[in-house]
């Protein structure tokens, strides 16, 4: 009997203090998703990426605004927005205590400006990824004409886009054909 006791009390405390004490989370730990808005370049990578649905992006042409929304009731913390985000904007904390008296609580949202197109002035692409691409253009060395010219073919809506390429004479396809047979 006391041989058992003498083992017990070398074996010290095998219970956490947990909730009285913060628990230690792996380093690995997958917790709840924050967004850093500022970093955020509201591409919507995260929202396809999502198995859950738990991210939603939606445009807003009246107001000219993205929003961009994460239900922390439908998330399954699976890390798949944290891995697709390009400038590393989503990150997987280590806060796992996600009790709500609300359900509103339960929501997160970020709402970023749209890009108006050059030709008919709808809202159609975030401003900050438009400025995005453009500058990872110019940091692959394009430069002067060429940068101008992808420029204008980025701030103008693919409905846009592809009503100028049916107007432009030497992108019809039939014609090309045409003039290879003569």
């Given at each position: 009997m006391f041989k058992l006791l003498k083992t017990v009390i070398k074996?010290?405390?095998s219970?956490?203090?947990y909730p009285f004490a913060p628990l230690a989370v792996s380093p690995d730990f997958r917790g709840k998703p924050?967004?850093?808005?500022?970093q955020?370049?509201?591409?919507g990578a995260c929202t396809r990426a999502c198995p859950a649905n738990a991210l939603i992006m939606e445009?807003?042409?009246a107001n000219g605004t993205r929003r961009?929304?994460?239900?922390?009731?439908?998330c399954i913390y699976c890390g798949r927005c944290e891995e697709v985000c390009p400038t590393h904007a989503i990150k997987l904390s280590e806060d796992f205590e996600l009790a709500v008296t609300k359900k509103s609580d339960l929501y997160e949202e970020a709402v970023f400006s749209l890009a108006n197109c050059r030709e008919c002035?709808?809202?159609?692409?975030?401003?900050?990824l438009l400025d995005y691409a453009l500058d990872m253009l110019a940091e692959s060395g394009d430069t002067g004409e060429l940068l101008e010219q992808r420029r204008h073919q980025l701030e103008t809506c693919p409905s846009?886009?592809?009503?100028?390429?049916?107007?432009?004479?030497?992108?019809?396809?039939?014609?090309?054909?045409?003039?290879?047979?003569?």
């Open positions: 074996t010290g405390e219970t956490e203090k924050e967004l850093n808005a500022s955020c370049i509201s591409c445009n807003d042409e961009w929304e994460l239900s922390l009731a439908r002035g709808r809202p159609f692409v975030a401003r900050k846009c886009r592809r009503t100028n390429n049916m107007l432009d004479a030497e992108n019809l396809c039939h014609q090309r054909y045409l003039e290879e047979e003569e």
